[in-house]
């Protein structure tokens, strides 16, 4: 069998910054926080900016937020800014996708380095030679992309619609689904529909653990679980629910339990306790941690927010040839997705 991806996802640009757990990040005081939160509230204006953050990032980058949401609600939020400039608050893919939706506008990102193990994995000379072996193939994308392989794709998916994508693609072609295996799989559950898939996965979801979670539910056996589709299938079996980030939100407002197991990147804590107040959330654990943070998210910082409003630096730009050719795939998601 044609191998599609590298085993494992690369984590060449995580380097040092990677840590496993919010306490260990070092701590500044309040008073500190508060200022830092205030000057990049008074610069946003200033710049005319809107700052967008995903599910994932800090409480104290949550609370300067214009937006706060799952990758199709970001996309959204982007696609429909008139704002002067974009402060995105996510990872290095996100940030490019508000620029393919924005060409107009001046994208910023605080660490351009915060990338994403997913969208390492699949690299777009790669995909370009998937593709002239297998001219017929859909290439359905999980937004966790780069720019490069999204303008090599048929359509876009985030975790919140790609079982609606999967059931529009055309009936006739095989497809390709990427670059999340395990995203990919549990599409295929859900819409009956056999998909090659990609090699890929998230290094945070991927190491959640059957053993440690089946340890905390016998802890807590009347707290629902809520589960992130890119954890792995040993995972997902033992979930109640298993969604999107935002998708997590509402489920997390609507169950009556008063104590709640979710299963992704331990930032959406700060969300659930906002929107579902007076519940406890319990988050995930591994085989090693009692929470599972993502290394990329976690480069963003208030610092670097204030200090990216006032140089305007780093700013994504992308090819303009690419960009348009990635634009008709997320365009084309953004189309069915809003279909009833
Ligand atoms: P959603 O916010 O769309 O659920 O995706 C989160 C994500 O990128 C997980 O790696």
Redesign the pocket.
Known sequence: METLAPPVPSLKRLGSAFADCLEVRPARPPETTGRLQREVLELKKKRNAIVLA???QTAEIQDVADFV??????SYQAAKTSADAILFC??HF?AETAKIVNPSRTVLIPDLNAG?S?ADSCEAEDLEAYRKKHPDTYVVSY??CTAAVKALSDVIC???NAVKIVNHAPKDRSILFLP?ENLGQWVMEKTGRKMELWRGA?H??AIFTSESLQRLRAKHPDAPVVA???CVRAVRLLADHI??????VKFCRENPADTIIVV??SGILHRLRREAPGKTFIPGPTKTCSCND?GFMKMNTLEKLLETLETMNPEITLDEEIRRRAFIPLQRMLEISAQP
């Open positions: 995903h599910n994932y949401g799952d990758s199709l609600g970001l996510g990872v996100m994403c997913l937004i966790n985030t975790s919140g999340d998230c945070t979801h992130h589709p890119e969604c999107s980030t935002e998708g997590m992704t990147e993502c």
